[in-house]
């Protein structure tokens, strides 16, 4: 299981779990396709900004560097 | 708490769609078309978020209420305006149910807009789907069965596009029909729980459901105790939920969690389920993927070097066309508000009602249409902003340093825009969602140095600091000029940071921010938004600004010498028998009036009021003619210059780069023979400005945004203390140093 910044940009990884307890924010992201088992691409990490950009399910969304670790993931391939 | 029916419902029986989708869906363009000119804007009872109505004419002649419902990705909610989309949609107290829903879907991110339409499918409000964007479809290759996901729905589905008005006529025609027959819209839930423990959570919930919300329908009992079983706990914000309500999902929660099950993760699997097995019988392609525009825009956008050098040059440009650009168009008004006020004067006879209309209700007038330029220029960016899609890429780049200051990354533009006018740049706020975000950014903007204090520090920085070279090459008038801006900018960051963790202390709420494809703006909608918002302000803000300017008009008008005017024509009839060149005799003239017109002022009640503050701004340096100064400077900070000029008899047309003025300034003295304004005493003054709430209309517009006079009452407070004990400090610091 990897987390969110042992995955290269650009790579595909497959949603494992949430860890962690913030339930409005895991359910709003399962809610926005974020189940276990979904395919999510990394599309960019920005330094300057602290946020990583993920494609789920075709739309965009992008989450702060250090809210995202509560994302496991293992790669796809 | 149980509210009365918002007041455009209650006066008509038009039946209510409301029109209601995920962020980002080109929902406000859909209700802009599908309304005419009659919209309304007001506010949901006991909340200050916007509720936008208009009315639609069926085909059939009928007319309806369109209610255009706050973007919510799905129906439980993270936000106040998530929970009012809620309400609206799905008919809980204190709103009513709509008799219909137009769910606004896009077609290019069909599977995760299903999600919602699921939802509201459960809770048994008649339906229809506008299938908008679909012209965005072909350059994706993809193709969207419509009968097909209309079947499966069960509900009419309207393929469309808002930005180029393609299906609005069926629609409409839709929307008849729902409301002709709901049972055509209300097919029932497309998905039921399907394990005996998630059914045996529903049932107990169920039975504590209040019978009014589920109107005795079975399916939507189910749709509610899972909504109740989603959005519940111990620290969800819901109010007017029975408490036994939430015990038993907090019960129920807590056997799941005993039993290793996860029962958010089970609902929402549940409906996603039943969307992955279709999806690709909905969605075909037509061809390879297509790389997305959006992605390689953003590889430049959002790039740590060239993305930030473009961003820093949109905004450069936005402060600039703020700034500057309006600039003409303002002094325009101006002066088209002074030329009326001449012909006013010639055409009323003189004395107290023609200085009422032209000092107090004109100037007023003025003073609020002078704001528009610059209202509608910041839309006009905003809303370009916004349709593009960059303001998201805004808050992306700007979320790290934002959030140090404790703001939301959104509030860059506003604060910007707080350089050129705190006016604009509070109506601007409206670009962020939650309500303490708002307020916060609403808190801080007034401290940004806006022009309005220029011409106060110009006057100042020109009557008492020495021009002169530093190191030989820095002006030091334009060090102090630039050290005013950097030093509000510091205080600005501090009262984020402090308001911010403590009055505005609230839970880290995580970011989920949507980046949404770039697309061509739509220019009615932003044009628009350009108007509503300039009509808001004139008819909301624009009311109390004029009141106080009226107010403020007649502080320092009453009481009146009744023998002012006589008293003049003897004074310049005495200088006329003078001997001396009649360009002389003239300027005496002048002098010996405004040296009267001052007299007036200084025992006017705004005078006395300036003396009665004296004792409290006397540790500033400040004596009671700046206290009338100070007065006449609550209009409008620039206003200082001009009350100045008439309390020191130079007359009111005088500006800040005048040299009389500046000459008495520098010249006055004190009984004992020192002088008022030593440097020192003018650092102070510009402190004072630069933190002081010294404006009207700032304080009329945080009404307008807040519905409360809390918070202009807080603004004026704190602001006006910051003022006052960083003034003394300056000015007694200064004193203890050794300096004058």
């Known amino acids: 299981m990897k987390a969110l910044h ?26 926005l396709g974020f189940l276990p088992g979904t395919s999510v691409r990394l599309v960019r990490c920005v330094a300057v900004g602290d946020l990583v950009e993920l494609e789920v399910r075709g739309s965009h969304i992008s989450l702060r560097r250090s809210e995202a670790s509560e994302l496991r993931f293992e790669l796809e391939g | ?26 929902k406000t363009t859909v209700f802009n078309r599908l309304t005419g000119s009659d919209r309304k804007v007001g506010n949901y009872p006991g909340v200050t978020v916007e509720r936008h109505t208009g009315r639609l004419d069926l085909p059939s002649g009928r007319a309806i209420e369109i209610v255009d419902v706050p973007g919510t990705y799905s129906l439980s909610a993270r936000s106040r305006e998530e929970e009012i989309a809620i309400q609206a949609v799905a008919g809980l107290a204190p709103l009513e149910p ?13 599977s995760r807009n299903l999600y919602i339409v699921l939802q509201v499918l459960e809770l048994e409000v008649p339906l229809v789907v506008a299938l908008n964007m679909m ?131 089970e609902v929402i699997r549940g409906r996603y389920g039943w969307i992955d097995a279709r999806i690709d019988t909905f969605v075909k392609r037509k061809g390879p993927i297509a790389k997305s525009l959006s992605e390689s825009i953003d590889a430049v956008l959002l790039n740590p070097v060239a993305g930030f050098a473009i961003f820093l040059v949109l905004m450069a440009i936005v402060f600039q066309a703020l700034f500057s650009w309006t600039d003409p168009l303002m002094q325009l008004i101006e002066g088209g508000f ?73 509030a860059f533009v506003p604060m910007l825009s707080g350089y050129a006018c705190a006016v604009p740049a509070i109506l601007a706020t409206r670009t962020m969602e939650r309500q303490r975000d708002r307020t916060l950014t609403m808190m801080v903007i007034p ?81 628009r938004m350009m108007i509503q918002r300039s009509k808001a302000f004139l008819f909301q803000a624009g009311g109390v600004i004029l009141v106080i300017s009226i107010v403020l008009w007649a502080l320092l008008t009453f009481p009146r010498d009744a023998t002012l005017e006589t008293r003049i024509a003897t004074a310049r009839a005495v200088v006329a028998t003078q001997s001396g060149s009649p360009e002389e005799i003239a300027g005496r003239q002048v002098s010996a009036e405004d040296e009267l017109r001052a007299e007036v002022l200084r025992s006017s009640y705004a005078g006395r009021l300036g003396h009665a503050i004296e004792p409290v701004i006397a540790p500033l340096g400040f004596d009671w003619k700046i206290g009338i100064g100070l007065i006449g400077a ?33 010249d006055e003295t004190r009984t004992n023979g020192s002088r008022v304004y030593t440097p020192l005493v003018g650092l102070s003054l510009m402190i004072f400005f630069a933190l002081a709430c010294q404006c009207m209309s700032t304080l009329a517009a945080v009404y307008r945004e807040t519905k409360s006079w809390g918070w202009p009452v807080f603004l004026f407070v704190y602001m006006t203390v910051l003022a006052w004990v960083a003034s003394f400090a300056v000015y007694q610091g200064g004193r203890a140093l050794g300096f004058e």
């Open chain 1, 6 to 31: 042992e995955i290269r940009p650009g790579a595909r990884a497959r949603l494992t779990r949430f860890v962690g307890g913030d339930r409005s924010f895991h359910r709003r992201l399962m809610e």
């Open chain 2, 1 to 26: 708490m149980k509210h009365a029916v918002p007041a455009a419902r209650s006066g008509s029986k038009l039946p209510v769609v409301a029109i209601a989708g995920n962020p980002n869906t080109g």
């Open chain 2, 98 to 110: 709509p008799d219909a829903v137009v769910l606004v879907v896009d077609a290019t991110q069909l």
């Open chain 2, 135 to 265: 012209d965005s479809l072909v350059a994706r290759n993809e193709e969207i069965d419509v009968a097909r996901l209309s079947r499966d729905l069960g509900v009419p589905v309207v393929p469309m596009s808002g930005s180029q008005g393609t299906g609005f006529e069926e629609l409409a025609a839709q929307i008849e029909r729902v409301l002709a027959d709901p049972q055509v819209g209300t097919p029932g839930s497309r998905w039921i729980p399907v394990t005996e423990a998630l059914s045996a959570d529903v049932s107990a919930v169920s039975s504590k459901l209040p019978r009014e919300w589920t109107r005795s329908s079975a399916s939507r009992e189910r749709a509610l105790a899972l909504w109740a079983l989603l959005s519940l706990d111990e620290s969800d914000e819901w109010a007017g939920i029975p408490a036994e309500l939430r015990a038993i999902v907090i019960e129920r929660r807590v056997l799941a969690q005993a039993a290793d099950r996860h029962i958010d993760l």
């Open chain 2, 338 to 410: 002074d030329s009326l006020s001449g012909v006013i004067s010639s055409v009323l006879p003189s004395g107290l009602f023609q200085q009422f209309v032209t000092g107090g209700v004109i100037a007023g007038f003025g003073s609020i249409v002078v704001f528009l330029p610059q209202i509608l220029l910041l839309f006009l960016f905003i809303g370009l902003l916004e349709d593009t899609g960059y303001m998201a890429r805004v808050a992306f780049l700007m979320d790290r340093s934002m959030r140090m200051l404790g703001l939301h990354g959104r």
């Open chain 2, 447 to 527: 401290l940004m140095t806006c022009s309005a204090r220029l011409p106060v520090y110009t006057l100042v920085i020109g009557a008492l600091f020495p021009a002169g070279v530093l190191l030989g090459f820095v002006p030091t008038q334009g060090l102090l000029m630039i050290g005013m801006y950097l030093f509000s900018t510091l205080m600005a960051f501090v009262a984020a940071a402090v308001l911010s963790r403590t009055l505005f202390k609230a839970t880290a709420v995580p970011l989920i921010l949507e980046l949404p494809p770039y697309r061509y703006p739509h220019w009615p909608s932003v044009l």
């Open chain 2, 634 to 666: 609550f209009a409008a900070r620039e206003v200082f210059v001009s009350t100045m000029g008439v309390v020191y008899g130079v007359g009111d047309s005088v500006d800040e780069e005048s040299t009389t003025l500046r000459a008495k300034i520098k």
